[in-house]
């Protein structure tokens, strides 16, 4: 693939490991864990066995998906611009001081070609920020540019970022999530976002000013679309005590927020149509070992979630979920699920809290959804986002990281 004179942008936050506001997240693990929930885990490959890349082997710096990429997801809410057509090796990649959590290739300034933004690391205190930074890539080198008419957001711990066109005028805005200092006193952060007015980014905080209430705190999940069906793209997020609904006022800003009950320590959320209905639904998880359900709960379109959340089924020895993801396997009404998890069967220093992974299928029946492993590994590193598409042009789907060179690619057909 020529990228000669190609403008590219990418968005890369870099986040400590853990997200519990009430442990710290600089854990010591020791290298025993017990066996999964067998009455929930069927079909079950390790990842050496069931991965189509070694970490040994060579890629390109980038891949182009071409034709095989496919968008999923609610269109235009943040999930469906969570994919890209692109593969990066960022460790690879000339001129990027680092790769972080987050990494979103977005187009920014509609030329067809996706864009890059980066939050480079985490601040070294409670009192300092890291700046979001923006930058070109052309033959496989990155430079830096500023497209900023104001500041560039700064967060202290950057976390998830949410792509999406909140002001509607045709071009794609982002909402920057990040939880403060993640030891005691766990103080928050407020949410910032930049609007995009044809490549030139405008730096908003939404920390209690006339746009929205004061909502600085432990901000560790989210998503966005529009769930109350006025066309406009709303925000749910969550913090350690509850999801909160941000509804968009049509301009990008946003009203005060409502909290749904019992949702406390839901860490990660996506808003997709689990049953086919055309209506988004809310699907989470967080510590399952402090009583958070990996869930869904079903949206009825005008902005509620009225209905008990549904249960999913849990992993004993991997209780900390750290990802959701959806796709269609078989053509009925309601999503398959891929749940990417670590180790947690208490956030204590001496168990395995964040350590290694377990990627797990949830395939919907008419007996609810059956659970099934995709791969499992006791020790090691955690799994970052997972992304789902054909990578290899066979016509079935992978997931896998968009690290290349990570080994981190499975079969799911």
């Not at 050496?48 to 082997?57: C, L, Q, T």
């Not at 496989?140 to 005028?169: H, M, Q």
């Not at 049953?275 to 009583?291: R, V």
Request: aromatic share 8%; proline share 4%; net charge negative.
């Amino acid at each position: 693939m020529n990228l000669r004179g190609v403008g590219w942008l990418i968005l890369v936050c870099v986040v400590l490991i853990g997200c519990n506001p009430s442990a710290e997240n600089d854990q010591t693990t020791n290298d025993t864990t017990t066996d999964d929930d067998s009455s929930n885990t069927t079909n079950t490959n390790s990842s050496e066995e069931n991965s189509s890349v070694s970490p040994e082997s060579s890629l390109p710096v980038i891949v182009d998906l071409g034709t095989a990429f496919k968008r999923r997801g609610i269109e235009g809410s943040s999930y469906y611009h969570s994919e890209s057509p692109y593969r990066i090796d960022f460790e690879k990649l000339e001129g990027v001081r680092g790769t972080g959590h987050i990494r979103h290739l977005v187009d920014l300034n509609n030329d067809v070609v996706p864009e890059l933004l980066t939050l480079n690391g985490v601040a070294e205190s409670a009192d300092s920020t890291v700046k979001t930074e923006v930058y070109r890539i052309a033959n496989e080198t990155a430079e830096l540019y500023n497209p900023w008419n104001t500041s560039a957001p700064e967060l202290v711990w950057p976390r998830k970022s949410l792509i999406a066109d909140f002001d509607g005028n045709g071009h794609l805005d982002a909402v920057l999530l990040g939880h403060g200092w993640d030891k005691d006193p766990f103080p928050g952060e407020s949410v910032q976002y930049f609007l995009n007015d044809d490549g030139t980014l405008t730096t908003y905080v939404i920390n209690g000013t006339a746009k929205v209430g004061n909502i600085r705190a432990f901000w560790h999940g989210g998503s966005a679309a529009d769930i109350d069906g006025d066309g406009d793209i709303d925000l749910v997020l969550s913090d350690a005590d509850a999801i909160r609904i941000f509804e968009n006022r049509g301009d990008g800003t946003f009203e005060p927020p409502t909290s749904l009950t019992d949702s406390a320590g839901f860490y990660t959320l996506e808003l997709v149509d689990i049953n086919g209905d055309g209506n988004a639904d809310i699907l989470g998880g967080g510590h399952e070992f402090d009583g958070t359900p990996t869930a869904y709960a079903l949206g009825n379109g005008k902005g509620d979630f009225p209905d008990s959340p549904v249960e999913l089924p849990a992993i004993a020895t991997f209780g900390v979920v750290v990802d959701v993801d959806v796709f269609d396997a078989n053509g009925d009404d309601f999503l398959e699920i891929l749940v990417t998890r670590t180790g947690g069967t208490s956030s204590a220093a001496d168990t395995n809290f964040y350590e290694g992974y377990h990627i797990q299928l949830l395939t919907s029946s008419d007996e609810g959804y059956v659970s099934s492993t995709i791969a499992e590994s006791t020790t090691g590193d955690w799994v970052e986002w997972l992304h789902i598409q054909d990578i290899d042009g066979d016509s079935k789907l992978e997931a896998y990281s968009d690290l290349l060179n990570s080994g981190l690619e499975w079969d799911l057909e």
